[in-house]
């Protein structure tokens, strides 16, 4: 309790009540989540359950248009999926793809990065120049690729079973360079300083004193850059998604949703791309302008 009270009496929570435009952010961010996580429970409708859909509700429009029906709020789809449950469903598969690839990326990159930085040298340079060579290659076409040689070693009737892991996977191995960069410049600042240069005087291990006592002090650019990373995780599985080497359209996400229906925009059917499309623009946006205010509010140098 006392943790929480210096919280709220903190600067960081100063700065964000003074932020209207992130305190908005933060909650339609947090709606978004909560909307994703909770979809078992508030959902109209369950996509996945086949009782509950029909062709014969196919495509039909949001429930304010005339032909539209009020089961169905934003419409359905040419499954005869509820829109709106599709979403709750494919925002989950999306924000699961996004930490599950991030949490890879920080751990990739923390790793090399704290290794690089304090052991130097040779290891240094070999994990630096691996960093720089990535970094030539833009992250989507390394998703792609990643994707495509992954799918080509697995049999047909498995790659639909093991779409969620390859895409985590693919998107997560595209991360690591800037934790890596990151975490190395902190590390060469830190391993200089006194308290490490007391731990090896008293015999303390390399190992210790690199995950004991440089680690933590070396983590908070991580928080910042994972919560900026998470949004742009979310725009690389709906991308991947929308070009058709993300998930399948039986595990619906975003970029799915977004890739079958832009096939019926110009016949009619435009709320089975925009709507995921406007899910997509708010959680992205959202989640920007929060780790936005979080890398001002955590900059010293700024208060």
């Given at each position: 309790m006392e943790a929480i009270s210096r919280?709220?009496?903190?600067?960081?929570?100063?700065?964000?009540?003074?932020?209207?435009?992130?305190?908005?952010?933060?909650?339609?961010?947090?709606?978004?989540?909560?909307?994703?996580?909770?979809?078992?429970?508030?959902?109209?409708?369950?996509?996945?359950?086949?009782?509950?859909?029909?062709?014969?509700?196919?495509?039909?429009?949001?429930?304010?248009?005339?032909?539209?029906?009020?089961?169905?709020?934003?419409?359905?789809?040419?499954?005869?999926?509820?829109?709106?449950?599709?979403?709750?469903?494919?925002?989950?598969?999306?924000?699961?793809?996004?930490?599950?690839?991030?949490?890879?990326?920080?751990?990739?990159?923390?790793?090399?990065?704290?290794?690089?930085?304090?052991?130097?040298?040779?290891?240094?340079?070999?994990?630096?120049?691996?960093?720089?060579?990535?970094?030539?290659?833009?992250?989507?076409?390394?998703?792609?690729?990643?994707?495509?040689?992954?799918?080509?070693?697995?049999?047909?009737?498995?790659?639909?079973?093991?779409?969620?892991?390859?895409?985590?996977?693919?998107?997560?191995?595209?991360g690591w360079v800037q934790y890596a960069r990151t975490v190395r410049g902190s590390t060469l600042v830190e391993k200089s300083k006194e308290y490490v240069q007391a731990a090896r005087v008293i015999g303390v291990s390399q190992t210790r004193i690199m995950f004991s006592h440089v680690l933590p002090n070396v983590l908070g650019p991580v928080l910042v850059i994972a919560t900026l990373n998470i949004a742009n995780a979310i725009i690389a599985e709906a991308t991947l998604s929308f070009l058709g080497v993300g998930m399948p359209p039986t595990q619906p996400s975003l970029g799915t949703l977004i890739s079958e229906g832009q096939n019926y925009l110009f016949s009619g059917e435009w709320w089975i791309t925009v709507f995921p499309g406007v899910v997509l623009i708010v959680m992205v946006i959202s989640v920007n302008l929060v780790g936005d205010w979080l890398r001002d509010a955590l900059n010293p140098k700024l208060r």
């Open positions: 919280f709220f009496d903190g600067d960081v929570w100063w700065s964000f009540k003074r932020s209207p435009v992130t305190v908005i952010a933060a909650i339609l961010a947090t709606i978004c989540i909560l909307g994703a996580v909770l979809a078992p429970v508030i959902a109209p409708h369950n996509p996945y359950d086949l009782a509950e859909i029909s062709l014969l509700d196919s495509n039909l429009p949001p429930a304010w248009i005339a032909s539209g029906n009020a089961k169905f709020l934003l419409g359905t789809d040419q499954q005869g999926r509820d829109i709106l449950s599709t979403i709750m469903y494919g925002s989950r598969v999306s924000l699961l793809v996004a930490v599950s690839a991030v949490a890879m990326s920080i751990v990739m990159g923390v790793s090399a990065g704290l290794l690089a930085g304090y052991v130097g040298g040779r290891v240094d340079s070999i994990i630096m120049r691996i960093a720089d060579i990535q970094l030539t290659f833009p992250a989507i076409l390394v998703a792609l690729l990643i994707s495509g040689i992954g799918r080509q070693f697995v049999p047909r009737e498995m790659q639909d079973a093991i779409a969620l892991y390859v895409i985590i996977f693919s998107i997560g191995l595209t």
